[in-house]
């Protein structure tokens, strides 16, 4: 399933050591962003950056248990979005209120997580619809809570994630909570999809579920897994992203395609089978590195979004092109 | 679709093919028992069942043609921006003059089908998944629109507002068009080559090509007749709305409720399974759902929880006695 399990000694030959093209775009990217804008290169300007791209990030890393588990996860935006509304409702401005919201809102991000694999395992929902109806109930949740308009602000104990920065650090200055937020986060979903039974097993699911059962996988209980640790994920992303941006009622939406964009950009297959988080993680630093270059072009907007699909086209055609050639 | 090839097969009650109809005679039931309960029993005319299908051509226009993107087992996520971009050139086009209806008209046809080619070339040539394609495609017309336009722009002449204003007795001329589309929908895919190829394709790909059915040009003829129904439906809202403007595919959500509507009307998301009735069947519940609401006088935010339950309720309803693994 992944190519390190499967040694090509005659493709070895021929090739250089494969490496995922997504490495180089994010390397292309950020060198360009650097000629544009030297500040860029000091550690300031792209830790700023990691700390923009690291609620993305994680929820990408999330999302993709779920792609390569064969399925789609489209209520993590809304989950962002309820973990915002609902943490700045139950905070009523008190510090001390964070200790027990925060391990709340991932009791809340478990529940949504296994009624989605609930659905779709055994009332065999297809994941499109089960997680799509998923995200218009959670999203009207939201807005119930809040009654249309937030109320309340985070206190700056909750902020702690997405906001602080450790200054005075020696050699890079400044190190944003975040940015430790991703690189902690990351590597435990890359141990989890790369290094156990359970990431192995998600991959026999998202390939082939009939010979996965037959091979004696319990199907339904990774599969219900995949979409806790995805809601989980969009929780953690959701506290991280409020810490940045504040309270607002559509803070999360359109995160859910940004993330299987960032999963599809590393080479991700849709429908399962293939993925790789540490990949993933460098599709959601391609995607804001992209941003980032955009506007620092002076482009607007709607170029923004052109751009976001060619490139979500393209990387997906690139990557089917490639398989094709190598004969798999 | 095989039932009278078999003609020793018993003849038992086949579930997932009336699902759609016990949903709908349950969400019609529920609706009268309702006006019934609350003393409301003048809304139960011919006006009303009209008023209520009224509210969703747009919709159904559209799942018109998405239930053709299904049944070939792919999907079109970019409906909602090609009723934008149909909408906003359509009134941009007339500007208020009469004469041009007709090229406007023209031109939208024309866009709406170089979409869908375009859609179709790049999942069967490119080998793109086609949510990955349509989304892109989507993301990219919305991007070209919103970058000429931002506000509502130009404006349809009153000769044109007869499409959606206009009526026959009580009955809308739109909502005759739609029937009318859905019947022309249901003899391609009951009577036609193209639409036995769409069943087969979509039902197994390869053991369609392998039958020498040419599977690239069944799943691209079947997104143009997506893009095209979709291109109809942002003509129908210009007519509607007066005017076009890039938000009005989005604000609508028709991307997704058309998909969920083809999905509750029965029609299987993996393809091969399904038909255009069941998707008319899933757009009157939904309307039938959202009058229920509005007759209860549910609150606005719970009207959109309750919709997210019962999308998913309604495809367990069925979906659950599947055998089949689900994606």
């Known amino acids: ?328 | 679709m095989t039932e009278m090839s078999q003609p020793r097969a018993p003849r038992r009650f086949r579930f997932e093919r009336h699902a759609s109809t016990l949903l709908l005679l349950a969400a019609i039931a529920l609706y009268v028992i309702l006006l019934l309960a609350l003393g409301q029993a003048r809304f139960l005319t011919l006006d009303n069942l009209v008023a209520i299908l009224g509210r969703s051509i747009t919709l159904g226009i559209t799942a018109i043609g998405q239930t053709f993107a299904i049944l070939v087992a792919s999907i079109d996520l970019s409906v909602a921006s090609v009723i934008s971009a149909a909408a906003v050139v359509t009134s941009v086009m007339m500007n208020g003059d009469p004469a041009m209806m007709v090229p406007a008209i023209g031109a939208v046809l024309a866009l709406g089908a170089a979409i869908g080619l375009v859609n179709g070339l790049v999942i069967t040539k490119l080998e793109v998944n086609p949510l990955i394609a349509t989304l892109g495609m989507s993301l990219i017309i919305q991007g070209v629109l919103s970058y000429y336009y931002n506000n509502f722009a130009g404006n349809v002449p009153v000769e044109f507002q007869i499409f959606a204003y206009g009526a026959w007795g009580i009955v809308p001329y739109s909502l005759l068009f739609m029937f009318a589309l859905a019947g022309l929908a249901w003899f391609v895919l009951r009577f036609t080559r193209f639409g036995s190829d769409i069943y087969s394709v979509g039902g197994n790909k390869d053991a369609a090509r392998l039958a020498g059915i040419k599977t690239a040009r069944v799943v691209i003829g079947a997104h143009v007749i997506c893009s095209l129904c979709a291109a109809i439906a942002g003509i129908y809202l210009a007519s509607r709305l007066r005017s076009g403007a890039p938000w009005i595919g989005a604000e609508g959500v028709y991307d997704l409720e058309s998909i969920a509507v083809v999905v509750i009307g029965g029609t299987v998301l993996a393809g091969g399974r399904g038909g255009i009735w069941g998707t008319m069947a899933g757009v009157i519940i939904f309307s039938l759902i959202d009058s229920i609401f509005n007759v209860a006088g549910v609150d606005a935010f719970v009207k959109q929880v309750l919709r997210g339950i019962i999308i998913v309720a309604a495809v367990a309803f069925y979906a659950a006695r599947s055998q089949r693994p689900v994606a």
């Open chain 1, 1 to 328: 399933m992944t190519e390190q399990s499967l040694p090509r000694p005659e493709t070895r030959k021929r090739r250089l050591p494969q490496i995922n093209p997504v490495y180089v775009l994010v390397v292309a990217l950020i060198l360009a962003i650097i000629v544009m804008n030297p500040a860029f290169g000091e550690p300031t300007g792209y830790m700023n950056f990691l700390k923009r791209v690291a609620a993305l990030a994680i929820l990408s890393a999330g999302a993709l248990y779920v792609i390569v588990s064969g399925g789609f996860d489209l209520s993590v935006g809304s989950i962002m979005t309820l973990t915002v509304i609902g943490s700045s409702m139950l905070a009523s401005n008190d510090p001390n209120s964070t200790y027990w919201i925060i391990p709340l809102m991932l009791g809340i991000g478990l529940v949504i997580g296994l009624v989605n694999g609930l659905v779709v395992s055994y009332l065999k929902v297809p994941s499109l619809i089960a997680t799509l109806g998923m995200m218009i109930t959670l999203n009207g949740v939201a807005f119930m809570w809040s009654g249309g308009a937030p109320r309340g602000y985070l206190p700056d104990t909750f902020r702690f994630f997405g906001r602080y920065n450790i200054t005075d650090v020696p050699l890079i200055g400044i190190l944003p909570i975040a940015v430790i937020c991703l690189v902690v986060f990351g590597a435990i979903l890359s141990w989890g999809m790369h290094r156990t039974n359970f990431g192995r097993m998600l991959h026999a699911v998202g390939d082939n579920p009939q010979a996965a059962r037959l091979a004696g996988v319990p199907v339904q209980r990774v599969r219900i897994s995949a979409f806790i640790v995805s809601a989980l994920t969009a929780v953690l992303a959701g506290i991280i992203l409020g810490g940045r941006a504040g309270v607002s009622v559509n803070i999360g939406s359109g995160f859910e395609l940004q993330a299987i964009t960032a999963a599809v950009i590393g080479g991700a297959q849709l429908l399962g089978g293939r993925g790789s988080v540490p990949a993933a993680i460098a599709g959601a630093l391609a995607l804001e590195a992209i941003f980032t270059l955009l506007n620092l072009l002076g482009l607007a907007q709607p170029v923004r979004l052109v751009v976001q699909g060619l490139i979500l086209i393209g990387a997906v055609a690139f990557a089917t092109y490639q398989r094709k050639r190598s004969g798999r």
